[in-house]
């Protein structure tokens, strides 16, 4: 079996549309996804890439045809939980050296339920710390100590490594994803990517 990688960031509601969608993937192929957080800032940085917000803004339809294409996503899957978070765009940084932090302490998918459900499923202010300390005390985790995990030199720097060696790959954007070495990107290329694991099984 190939292995298949997940690049991701949680300020990308595309993102979390994809990881609602991965389980099944998994169960229909028997691939399991790998997790692997980067700062989609970080990306944007590297690749002199812009959010969609600013690099279609000025582009007559583009924006609305896109919320059109989500809307078409989200009720075909029978995404039932989805609601945009009304202090989009989010600085994800601290969010996302959580998710290096909780991953050093095998915790990493529960803490990305957790951290997309507060996003985009009972959407809260998620780059102000109380907020996510709170969110992260909801969800049962030890709020204090994975926050101040999330500060020390080694997680930062793996957040730092993660996001460029995923632009040395390739990815430009999130969700980006790995099929052994086979690049996709987008939400709407996950038929590919269970096509592309098939294939390679």
Known sequence: MSHVEFHFDFGSPNAYLSHKIIPHIEKRTGAKFEYVPVLLGGVFKLTNNKPPMIQFGDVKNKLAYENLEMRRFIA????????????????????????????????????VDAVFHYMWEEPRDMD??????????????????????????????????????????????????????????????????????????
């Open 128 to 201: 102000d710390p109380p907020v996510i300390r709170a969110a992260l005390a909801e969800a049962g985790f030890d709020a204090d100590r994975l926050m101040a995990l999330a500060e020390t030199p080694e997680i930062k720097n793996k957040l730092l490594k993660n996001t460029s060696e995923s632009v040395e790959r390739g990815v430009f954007g999130s969700p980006s994803f790995f099929v052994g070495t086979e690049l996709f990107f987008g939400k709407d290329r996950l038929r590919d990517v269970e096509e592309e694991i098939l294939r390679q099984a």
């Open 76 to 111: 075909h899957h029978g995404i039932k939980e989805f609601q945009m978070n009304p202090f989009f765009p989010v600085n994800t940084l601290m969010l996302m050296r959580g998710a290096v932090a909780a991953e050093s302490e095998g915790k990493l998918l529960p803490y």
